[in-house]
């Protein structure tokens, strides 16, 4: 039986332990203190890649679509200019955001997308047992890199910065309090929102030693383009709370189609019959 109202039916299958647990029970925190700020649940919707993260999709009681590897964020993108009142979280993993999906996350960056993106950043390729990702530590040992991967990882905030990203945060799964308000203003943010989660896969890279040592909570505050940006390039800490944030880019879908509702204001059966008829007559 559910546990509460937005937990589904399906038995959860994550393994005993998984940082996906902290981000599930933040994620629930944050849709009902949405909620008491008068965004209800049926003004939420949400998407999902491919991953242990995808399971997200089959637990959590919202509206949502299930989309391909890599691909949520091109999802997220459409149903957002499909019907501008929704507010748009998209689940992804770091190999499915950051690998197959870079292209996907780096333009809707570029656009200002007003969607939330949530990566649950465990390092690895965890529903595959255990491939490095391109975030994975030099020297990771795993399924793909048995003497441990010779790459440098990326850095996807200061990347998605430099993209035009307007919401840029980092979590930790095992802070849940704090990942939980980082996500509501996340959604509030009228942009594109970026919440790296830093989530140990006990399984196939288990990170919870490490992040309990080097993980800090940042202070509120505005923090100017420079300073955040070099906030995410911090070799020595592991910063966690809203790092950068602004308003003054006009988000996507307002930019395309102003004050345009597709779903609603499009044309009905008869009118768009008419309008082919006109135009083959005319040809």
Known sequence: MPSDELTTYAENTW????GNFGIFNAVKGAIRELGRKGIGADRLFMTAGIGCHGKM????NISGFYSLHGRSMATAQGI????????????????????????????????????????????????????????????????????????DPLNPLAILMECGATFVARGFSGKIENLRDTLVAAVLHEGFSIVDVLQPCVSFNDTYKLYNAEVEVLA?????YDE??????????????????????EPFH??????????????????????????????
């Open 15 to 18: 393994c005993p332990g998984c």
């Open 80 to 151: 957002k200019l499909a019907d501008p009142e929704l507010k748009v979280i998209c689940f992804c993993g770091d190999g499915d955001a950051y690998g197959e999906g870079f292209e996907h996350i780096i333009f809707a960056a570029k656009r200002n997308a007003d969607i939330t993106v949530i990566v649950h950043n465990n390092g690895v390729y965890g529903l595959t047992t255990g491939q490095f990702t391109p975030v994975s530590n030099k020297g990771f040992k795993g399924r793909s890199t048995p003497r441990g991967s010779i790459e």
């Open 254 to 283: 307002r930019a395309l189609l102003g004050d345009r509702r597709p779903v609603k204001d499009r044309l009905g059966r008869d009118e768009r019959l008419a309008s082919v008829s006109n135009i083959l007559k005319n040809r």
């Open 57 to 60: 999709f089959d637990y959590l």
């Open 220 to 224: 509120p505050g505005d923090r100017s």
């Open 228 to 249: 955040a940006m070099a906030m995410c390039k911090r070799k020595d800490r592991l910063p966690v709370g809203t790092i950068y944030h602004i308003t003054e880019r």
